[in-house]
Antibody, heavy 115, light 110 residues
Framework: QVQLVQSGSELGKPGASVKVSCKAS????????MNWVRQAPGQGLEWMAW????????TYAQGFTGRFVFSLDTSVSTAYLQISSLKAEDTAVYYC????????WGQGTLVTVSS | QSVLTQPPSASGTPGQRVTISCSGS????????VYWYQHLPGTAPKLLIY???QRPSGVPDRFSGSKSGTSASLAISGLRSEDEADYYC???????????FGGGTKLTVL
């Protein structure tokens, strides 16, 4: 069965970096794009970017360039989100989700930014 | 501010029918399929409806979706306590080249 398993919660200090992983199984990784979606505290779902799993080329939503890096390791069917120069407003749950119109989602990774 | 517009809350009593609306524009709902998700805090969002009105296997037929023009709606009939969750609509947006979401509707079963 299709599964997206994300890495555990992260606590980062302002200015530091964190990297979240999303390991896919149960399907051919390169057959679907991978999305990243953010949910800030008390807020709804916000699309950040999707990455073409064949080329590694990301398409970004406005506001998610620069400090946000989306990457892949197709050899282990894993997508990554790295956030650098952390700010308090990056505190959120980050989800990976499969497909142009997402069908399967990871369980979410809580990133907390605090000194 | 979310690209798609949903009411922040909805409620009903067990057995009732409730509907949740989702409003968009010509670049998203008006020209692409609508998807609906059920989200319980701390869990992965679950796909409820795809391609406007199709249910994945395992989703009860109490859940139904429809679309007209630039709006869509999710109907839940025979409301049950376990339906209490947040519900999100989504659609591909041709202008943004990505999926867009509604702000979510918190459904309370009274």
């Amino acid at each position: 069965q299709v599964q997206l398993v994300q890495s555990g919660s992260e606590l980062g200090k302002p200015g530091a970096s964190v990297k979240v992983s999303c390991k896919a199984s149960g399907y051919t990784f390169t057959s679907y794009v991978m999305n990243w979606v953010r949910q800030a505290p008390g807020q709804g779902l916000e699309w950040m970017a999707w990455i073409d799993t064949n080329t590694g080329n990301p398409t970004y939503a406005q506001g998610f360039t620069g400090r946000f890096v989306f990457s892949l390791d197709t050899s282990v069917s894993t997508a990554y989100l790295q956030i650098s120069s952390l700010k308090a407003e990056d505190t959120a749950v980050y989800y990976c989700a499969r497909g142009r119109n997402p069908d399967y989602w990871g369980q979410g990774t809580l990133v907390t930014v605090s000194s | 501010q979310s690209v798609l517009t949903q009411p922040p809350s909805a409620s009903g009593t067990p057995g009732q029918r409730v509907t949740i609306s989702c409003s968009g524009s010509s670049s998203n709902i008006g020209s692409n399929y609508v998807y609906w998700y059920q989200h319980l805090p701390g869990t992965a969002p679950k796909l409820l409806i795809y391609r406007n009105n199709q249910r994945p296997s395992g989703v009860p037929d109490r859940f139904s979706g429809s679309k007209s023009g630039t709006s869509a709606s999710l109907a839940i009939s025979g409301l049950r306590s376990e339906d209490e969750a947040d519900y999100y609509c989504a659609a591909w947006d041709d202008s943004l080249s990505g999926p867009v979401f509604g702000g979510g509707t918190k459904l309370t079963v009274l």
